[in-house]
């Protein structure tokens, strides 16, 4: 088929690629990622295996990885058909003035990373729980897509975009988006559609 | 694995030796409240009279208060304080055996209901009972006066306060205008009034011991009395001043702002997760906490 000089531009870069930093695959199953990306974001996704050595982001004081570090390398990396990419790693991940992240992402910005580490039971000395692990691992990608998608912390509890300072605190909030951040979401979204 | 329950928490509680009944509040608490047993003027306590007659104690805090170490489950629905050295080491909460304890394992299923109302706002202490100035000073009216100090996000920016230059008693204080300097050990920053009015008493207790704002910014280190000039006190509930559920609201933000200010290398970005490092100092340049100052200290009218 040949398409059409709109079309071409437009395909460029439509796709939210999620950037599997490590051995992701045997941890949750990507498959419902993708299956929640399509529901939330409406965008086609893509799986990259990151090629990202997250050594070089290793802080020896702090035993943790600094997540910041990560999302630069992400950005160099960046496939040119990627209109969003968001890492998931399975190390514990940190920025200097945190004791630890769940996730950081660019504010308005088209990377984000997740970890899984504090998010899986057995980092709390439980024993696994994987559909929890899962419910949770979307609730974080949801939050840090949302960051690149221009929306910032939400004080509706319930609101995914609502601060998570502790794993009890990302249990409680919901999955999706309130009905206002569900609304910015979805003008800048739209512009970002036209744009493309 | 851990050997030790991660929800057992130890906090600080205080109670008066010489009140009848041995009550329990937290150390924190009793900040927040500017409670007389952590002021000079103890001695007026009708309990510390009464043990102690009009008997001067050269303490700056009553010697009747004691402060208690004990532990509780964070989890558990209703908090049961045990002090810390009657705590047995065969507890379930100090060996493997947490694991089976049902509080513990409702964590394990994930379902818990949204936290309840909070005196830490993202880490930090937020006192319900005073008004804030957008930038970081507290107020509260004290008998037709105005208490002012610094919040606990001020005092956490600042890091340790080696010095701190108040005006003089009697002079006269203009909103926007420099009105105190705080020496700290990445450098100095100066601190607008809120407020005009006429300054009727100082904290002498600061002279001494400046790190009072660092340990106890809502009580003892309070900063200084001000009589406010006409009207003033009608101004307290305009925009720039913040009370109650909207004070909370903006200190979250105040939080996120942070992640604006300290942009990285690719720009603003959002971390989520634990708490604020407690030391600021050794993980920014001085260059960055001069910026700090700057935005949330230092702001100009407006
Ligand atoms: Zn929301
Ligand atoms: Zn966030």
Not at chain 2, 66 to 93: F, G, H, N, R, T
Not at chain 2, 151 to 163: H, S
Not at chain 2, 280 to 295: D, F, S, Y
Request: charged content about 25%; hydrophobic content about 35%; some cysteine.
């Amino acid at each position: 088929m040949v398409l059409n000089y709109f079309q071409r531009k437009k395909e460029r870069s439509k796709y939210i690629y999620i950037l599997l930093i490590g051995d992701v695959e045997k941890l949750v199953n990507i498959g419902e990622v993708e299956k929640n990306l399509k529901k939330e974001f409406g965008f086609p996704t893509k799986i990259l295996n990151s090629e990202i050595n997250p050594e070089d982001s290793y802080d020896p004081m702090r035993n943790q990885y600094h997540s910041t570090k990560i999302l630069k390398e992400m950005l160099d990396n960046l496939p040119s058909d990627a209109l969003r990419m968001i890492g998931i790693i399975p190390l514990d991940l940190f920025i200097p003035i945190l004791t630890f992240v769940f996730g950081e992402a660019q504010l308005g910005g088209k990377v984000g990373i997740v970890s899984l580490a504090r998010l899986r039971q057995e980092f709390y000395g439980l024993p696994p729980n994987q559909s929890l692990l899962q419910r949770r691992l979307i609730k974080e990608i949801n939050h840090e897509l949302g960051h690149t998608f221009g929306l910032v912390h939400c004080s509706v509890r319930e609101c995914v975009m609502s601060v998570a300072n502790s794993i009890a605190d990302v249990d409680s909030k919901g999955v999706s988006f309130c009905n206002s951040c569900r609304e910015l979401l979805n003008r800048n979204r739209k512009e970002l559609f036209n744009a493309i | 694995m851990e050997t030790r329950c991660p929800f057992l928490k130890e906090e600080r509680m205080a109670f008066c030796k010489a009140f009848p009944i041995k009550k329990m509040l937290p150390l924190d608490r009793l900040y927040l409240k500017d409670s007389l047993c952590l002021r000079g003027d103890y001695t007026q306590c009708p309990t510390y009279r009464e043990k102690k007659g009009d008997m001067v104690s050269g303490k700056r805090v009553c010697p009747f208060l004691e402060v208690e170490s004990v532990i509780y489950c964070e989890v558990y629905p209703i908090k049961k304080m045990i002090p810390a050295s009657c705590y047995k080491l065969e507890c379930p909460c100090t060996t493997e055996a947490y694991i089976d304890c049902p509080a513990y394992q409702k964590i394990a299923q994930g379902d818990i209901p949204p936290a309840a109302e909070a005196v830490r706002v993202r880490g930090f202490l937020l006192d319900d009972t005073v008004y804030y100035h957008k930038g970081h000073i507290w107020l509260q009216r004290v008998d037709g006066k105005l208490r002012l100090g610094l919040d606990d996000f001020g005092q956490w920016l600042l890091g340790e306060i080696k010095e701190v230059v108040l005006p003089n008693r009697g002079g006269k204080i203009i909103s926007g205008r420099p009105l105190l300097k705080f020496r700290c050990a990445q450098g100095t920053a100066e601190i607008s009034s809120p407020l005009n009015g006429i300054v009727v008493g100082i904290n002498e207790g600061l002279r001494e011991d400046s790190s009072l704002i660092n340990i106890d910014p809502y009580g003892q280190g309070w900063l200084l009395e001000v009589r406010p000039a006409k009207g003033e006190l009608a101004r307290l509930n305009q925009e720039e001043f913040l009370y109650g559920s909207n004070a909370r609201s903006w200190l979250e933000k105040e939080v996120d702002r942070l992640h604006y200010i300290l942009q990285t290398e690719i720009g603003v970005t959002m971390g989520d997760g634990g708490n604020l490092s407690r030391n600021l100092q050794e993980v920014m340049a001085p260059r960055q906490w001069g910026l700090l100052i700057k935005t949330f200290l230092e702001r100009k009218e407006g």
